[in-house]
């Protein structure tokens, strides 16, 4: 069976950090693309940040960049994501995904495999 689980969630103070990872198991993902995504009660899925196969490309929502880095091991099957100067507005349950598909990926639509979620909690 297919999983993807996400662990290092949590309550954090404004400006501090956490660094979320998703350990993918049942099949190799060394070939996917994965990413994370974050959602808040009421408002859609919206992209965060991905990372191609082989970790050479990574891409950003605007409003994570150079807070927040992307990383992949494909010996471990996991993908990480540290998270740093952390704000309220980015208090969520993040999400990891993966796709055989950069593009589905990006897209956020029809993607092969979902987490269950970690929630990330920001205090003012």
């Known amino acids: 069976q297919v999983q993807l689980v996400e662990s290092g969630g949590g309550l954090v103070q404004a400006g501090g950090s956490l660094r979320l990872a998703c350990v993918a198991s049942g099949r190799s993902f060394v070939t996917y693309a994965m990413g994370w995504f974050r959602q808040v009660p009421g408002k859609e899925r919206e992209f965060v940040a991905l990372?191609?196969?082989?970790?050479?490309?990574?891409e950003y929502a605007d409003v994570v960049k150079g807070r927040f880095t992307i990383s992949k091991d494909n010996a471990k099957n996991t993908v990480y994501l540290q998270m740093s100067s952390l704000q309220p507005e980015d208090t969520a349950v993040y999400y990891c995904?993966?796709?055989?598909?950069?593009?589905?990926?990006?897209?956020?639509?029809?993607?092969?495999?979902w987490g269950q979620g970690t929630q990330v909690t920001v205090s003012s």
């Open positions: 990372s191609n196969w082989s970790a050479a490309h990574t």
């Open positions: 995904a993966a796709d055989q598909s950069l593009q589905t990926l990006r897209a956020g639509a029809y993607i092969d495999y």
